[in-house]
């Protein structure tokens, strides 16, 4: 239940932060299925110290990535198999077809944002809403492109790929990512309602849904879930905002206080605590040829930096939204900035 609760981004209310709280209370004490416990190491994690990014961004990708490229039934056995050979085989295969969906999902996202950014003229707004299709897309990947675009442009967002189940090749099937302020699942009821008939099949919640249309009815769903999109989203909701808690006094500045909070509870509605003020930018690099390393004088002091996802280099001076990491070095833990957002 812990694992699916941070996995499906569900709200992080007082007793969902119960729950998953348990959760890696159990698997830290080595109290987990074996499926659990060799997609850790599969994954490269360690259990011991689990958080709940493990739960969403390594556990919980692998287990997904079956059902996205291969059978769901796979991720499922993992997770009910109580013979140790055969959940290490399963977390190995689990790995296998998720670092296979890594590669697609690279590939097709650029495209995918290329089309999105090709529906309005550069240096103007984005539309209301979005929507994606291309003949070659794989289904089993639009909604974590779909979450990239809205990443990016702020604006909840449909990818389609063409179905690929026998006789309903004239089909498309979507998935949708949004943004705060504007509750998906609903959307699509009301197009549902005022175009009879294009939505074969839909469902979701907030802020993730699917659905399925023709083809042919493509340009009448991204119509109206634009029309849907101007009623209900206004200039402030499709601004951009990030909340912080502000400056990072530097005696915090320690891996005492990041191993403290990493054993906490965050997620969708309770994030981590995120911090800005301004800093001098030292050196800056590409890493893996799409993420930002960087070394930074905070309050006087060195620390280093990445922006995953980000090649754009920044000014010497600039203004920060930043968690709290710690990466290793020649045996020596350090404090680590992870960016969130720059000004300046």
């Given at each position: ?47 011991s110290i689990a958080t709940t990014f493990d739960f969403g961004f ?112 004239h089909e498309l099937k979507g ?170």
């Open positions: 239940m812990a694992l699916g609760t941070v996995a499906d981004v569900v709200k992080l209310d007082a007793n969902n932060r119960r729950l998953v709280a348990q959760g890696l209370k159990r698997i830290r004490s080595g109290v987990l299925p074996i499926g659990v416990a060799r997609l850790f190491v599969a994954a490269g994690r360690n259990a390594a556990l919980g990708p692998r287990i997904n990535a079956a059902g996205r490229l291969a059978d769901m039934t796979l991720g499922i056995e993992c997770l009910l198999t109580e013979d140790a050979a055969r959940a290490d085989e399963l977390a190995r295969t689990l790995d296998a077809i998720n670092r296979e969906r890594r590669v697609i999902e690279s590939d097709m996202r650029e495209q995918a944002l290329d089309i999105a950014e090709s529906l309005f003229e550069a240096g103007q707004d984005a539309p209301p809403a979005i929507c994606v299709f291309d003949p070659d897309f794989h289904e089993g990947v639009v909604g974590i492109v779909a979450s990239r675009i809205k990443d990016k442009l702020h604006r909840p967002s449909f990818v389609f790929a063409a179905s690929k189940a026998p006789g309903k090749e998935s949708g990512r949004s943004i705060p302020g504007f509750h998906l699942r609903d959307a699509l009821d009301l197009v549902a309602k005022r175009h009879p008939g294009v939505l074969l099949r839909f469902g979701g919640h907030a802020m993730a849904a699917g659905c399925t249309i023709a083809e042919e009815h493509f340009d009448t769903f991204e119509a109206g879930l634009s029309q849907v999109a101007k009623e209900w989203l206004d200039a402030a909701t499709l601004t951009r905002r990030l909340e912080t808690d502000g400056p990072l006094k530097p005696e915090y500045r320690r891996v005492e206080l990041v191993d403290a909070l990493h054993k906490e509870v965050w997620g969708q509605g309770f994030p981590a605590p995120t911090f800005s003020e301004e800093v001098d930018v030292i050196s800056q690099r590409l890493v893996g040829e799409k993420h930002l390393s960087l070394k930074l004088k905070h309050q006087g002091q060195p620390v280093d930096a990445i922006w995953f996802g980000h090649t754009e280099p920044l000014s010497a001076k600039v203004v920060l939204a930043f968690r709290l990491d710690a990466d290793e070095w020649q045996g020596q833990r350090r404090v680590r900035f992870l960016i969130e957002a720059a000004q300046g």
